[in-house]
C-alpha cells in the first residue's frame, strides 16, 4: 500500500506564504490527485486538483489565483499557498485516486481512495 506523506505546514500571518509537499511511498500511477482541506467536525473540502494525463489543473474559487498544484516527479505533489488568509486555516491532507471516475468532480472526496495524513496550516 502507497503512502502519502505531507509536510511544509506552520503558523504564518495574513498575507504571508507556505509550501506544502506530498511525497509517496513508491511510484502511483494515478488519474488525478488534490489537496483537500479539513476543519474538525466538517466534511473535507477540495483546494486544488491535477490530472495525471493532461496535467490539467482546478481550484475552489476562494483559492483561485493564490494557490497552485503543481506534480514535480512522479512522487511529488506540491501546493504553493500565497497571501495567505486566515479562512484558509487547516489541516491540509493530499489524496490521489487511481481509476477514472466519469462525470466524477474533482473535489469530491468520496473517489479518492489514498490519503495522506495531513498538515497543519494557521493563519492569523
Known amino acids: 500500500q502507497v503512502q502519502l506523506v505531507e509536510s511544509g505546514g506552520g503558523s504564518v500571518q495574513a498575507g504571508g506564504s507556505l509550501t506544502l509537499s506530498c511525497v509517496a511511498s513508491?511510484?502511483?500511477?494515478?488519474?488525478?490527485m488534490a489537496w483537500f482541506r479539513q476543519l474538525p467536525g466538517k466534511r473535507r473540502e477540495g483546494i486544488a486538483g491535477?490530472?495525471?494525463?493532461?496535467?490539467?489543473r482546478h481550484y475552489a474559487d476562494a483559492v483561485q489565483g493564490r494557490f497552485t498544484i503543481s506534480r514535480d516527479d512522479s512522487r511529488t505533489l506540491t501546493l504553493r499557498m500565497t497571501n495567505l488568509k486566515p479562512e484558509d486555516t487547516g489541516l491540509y491532507v493530499c489524496a490521489a485516486q487511481r481509476l477514472p471516475s466519469r462525470g466524477a468532480p474533482w473535489s469530491d472526496s468520496d473517489f479518492y481512495g489514498t490519503w495522506g495524513q495531513g498538515t497543519q496550516v494557521t493563519v492569523s
Open positions: 513508491a511510484y502511483m500511477d494515478t488519474f488525478r
Open positions: 491535477i490530472y495525471s494525463a493532461d496535467g490539467s
